[in-house]
């Protein structure tokens, strides 16, 4: 979802630039820009999303990976973890 989001975000900035060119007067040029920079700072809110939730997946792999080696020394099936 939020990589489609960006995406779309990305097209509507490319949209955006494009109109800046053919805007008649240096008001509507501003307010293009701000709507781009608006766009921007969206587009950067959801990679920072993306980015957090990568970080949270790899945390819970890491705690799993930790439990499973746990239950392994518990069990007292298989060797010790290598670092135990």
């Known amino acids: ?13 490319q ?3 494009n109109r800046v060119n053919t805007a008649p007067d240096a ?3 501003a307010d293009l ?9 969206m587009m950067q809110n ?11 997946m790899a945390a819970q792999r890491d705690l799993q ?9 518990n069990s007292g099936k298989g060797p010790m973890p290598k670092g135990w």
Do not use: P
């Open 65 to 73: 990976d930790q439990q499973a080696k746990e239950i392994r020394m």
């Open 46 to 56: 959801e990679a920072n999303k993306l980015q957090a939730l990568a970080l949270l």
């Open 1 to 13: 979802m939020a990589y489609r989001t960006s995406s779309q975000r990305f097209n509507d900035i």
């Open 15 to 17: 949209v955006l630039l």
């Open 27 to 29: 008001k509507d040029i």
């Open 33 to 41: 820009q701000a709507r781009i920079q608006a766009e921007q700072v």
